[in-house]
């Protein structure tokens, strides 16, 4: 194998296969048609001499070979991309921070970490980038994003608990004040990957209750419209027009749920005037909840 060129593009369609466990849901992490990927893995698959993956019905898992690979390239992407940034911020013209939110967040949170961040920036322009947790992990690592925060940090080693997220189940008016839950359980929840579907699946099997998945949508106003339609329960950070939250019975208790501040290396000293920011909005939704 002396000699040879990797193609980062062909990296990152393969870590991501890995990540997002298929082509199917790379491709849309990536933006890339499958078709794209699977030709990604074909020319990666032929450079190596050995193949990645072993098709299991219609998923796809890592051969012994396609583990080490794994493990190896995660590194020489990383360097890859770390080393981009670096030259590109380099060159004098740094560009706004990137900062990067799931979307849970962006009604209760956001004004007060802008206003934390742009204190600190001193003048620098600010954007917002709203997304699911793991393609924050992803597009910091590739430094799309100067800082994120996150529901599930995935593997990045230098993750930060920064506070707490209080989640609560959402339904319709009649939902949520009918006196029993209905069964079979009609679960409402994201597409996956997704932390927070996982922690709504957590929590009903701590409480007994099998649930039947009735909707799922990879977007915030795909959930909240399909509760507000009746087709069932979702556990959010907070509701919306036409959604009530559940206030007794087993689901009235509050699920609460880490959050976690993902920061390039040179954005270090940010991490504590978030985490302050991050209280103070948490704790004041908290204390306007109760009132």
Same mark, same amino acid.
């Given at each position: 194998?002396?000699?040879?060129?990797?193609?980062? @593009?062909?990296?990152?369609?393969?870590l991501?296969? #890995?990540?997002?466990?298929?082509?199917?849901?790379?491709a849309?992490?990536?933006h890339?048609?499958?078709?794209?990927?699977s030709r990604?893995?074909r020319?990666?698959?032929?450079?190596?001499?050995?193949?990645?993956?072993?098709?299991?019905?219609?998923?796809?898992?890592?051969?012994?070979?396609?583990?080490?690979?794994?493990?190896?390239?995660a590194?020489?992407l990383?360097?890859?991309d770390?080393? +981009?940034?670096?030259?590109?911020?380099g060159?004098?013209?740094?560009?706004?921070?990137v900062l990067?939110?799931?979307?849970?967040l962006?009604?209760? #949170?956001?004004?007060?970490?802008?206003?934390?961040?742009?204190?600190?920036?001193a003048g620098?322009? +600010?954007?917002?980038?709203v997304?699911?947790?793991?393609?924050l992990?992803?597009?910091?690592?590739?430094?799309?994003?100067?800082?994120? #925060?996150?529901?599930?940090?995935?593997?990045?080693?230098s993750?930060?608990?920064i506070?707490?997220?209080?989640?609560?189940?959402?339904?319709?008016?009649?939902?949520?004040?009918a006196?029993?839950?209905? /069964? $079979?359980?009609?679960? #409402? @929840?994201?597409?996956p990957?997704?932390?927070?579907?996982?922690?709504?699946?957590?929590?009903?099997?701590?409480?007994?209750? /099998?649930?039947?998945?009735?909707?799922?949508?990879?977007?915030?106003?795909?959930?909240?419209?399909?509760?507000?339609?009746?087709l069932?329960?979702?556990?959010?950070? @907070?509701?919306?027009?036409?959604?009530?939250?559940?206030?007794?019975?087993?689901?009235? /208790?509050?699920?609460?749920?880490?959050?976690?501040?993902?920061?390039? $290396?040179?954005?270090?000293?940010?991490?504590?005037?978030?985490?302050a920011?991050?209280?103070?909005?948490?704790?004041r939704?908290?204390?306007? @909840?109760?009132?």
């Amino acid at each position: 194998m002396t000699g040879v060129d990797l193609d980062p @593009a062909h990296l990152r369609s393969f870590l991501a296969i #890995v990540r997002f466990g298929g082509y199917h849901r790379a491709a849309d992490a990536l933006h890339l048609t499958q078709p794209a990927v699977s030709r990604h893995i074909r020319r990666l698959e032929e450079q190596l001499g050995e193949p990645l993956f072993a098709r299991r019905g219609r998923g796809v898992q890592l051969t012994l070979f396609g583990e080490r690979a794994a493990a190896e390239l995660a590194d020489v992407l990383g360097a890859h991309d770390r080393a +981009v940034t670096r030259l590109e911020r380099g060159r004098g013209d740094a560009g706004p921070f990137v900062l990067g939110m799931i979307e849970n967040l962006v009604d209760p #949170v956001l004004p007060d970490l802008l206003g934390v961040v742009r204190e600190q920036l001193a003048g620098r322009p +600010v954007q917002l980038r709203v997304d699911r947790s793991l393609e924050l992990v992803e597009r910091l690592r590739r430094g799309e994003v100067d800082a994120a #925060v996150v529901i599930d940090p995935g593997d990045t080693p230098s993750a930060l608990e920064i506070g707490r997220l209080t989640l609560r189940w959402w339904a319709t008016p009649a939902l949520a004040a009918a006196p029993a839950l209905l /069964e $079979p359980f009609p679960l #409402v @929840a994201y597409d996956p990957p997704c932390g927070l579907r996982d922690l709504a699946y957590a929590r009903l099997h701590e409480l007994g209750i /099998e649930p039947t998945l009735t909707a799922e949508s990879a977007h915030l106003t795909g959930v909240q419209g399909a509760v507000r339609n009746g087709l069932g329960y979702a556990l959010l950070a @907070a509701g919306a027009d036409g959604l009530r939250p559940v206030t007794h019975g087993p689901l009235a /208790e509050k699920v609460a749920s880490t959050l976690w501040l993902l920061l390039a $290396p040179e954005h270090r000293a940010l991490a504590q005037p978030l985490r302050a920011a991050l209280w103070q909005a948490t704790t004041r939704r908290t204390l306007s @909840a109760a009132a």
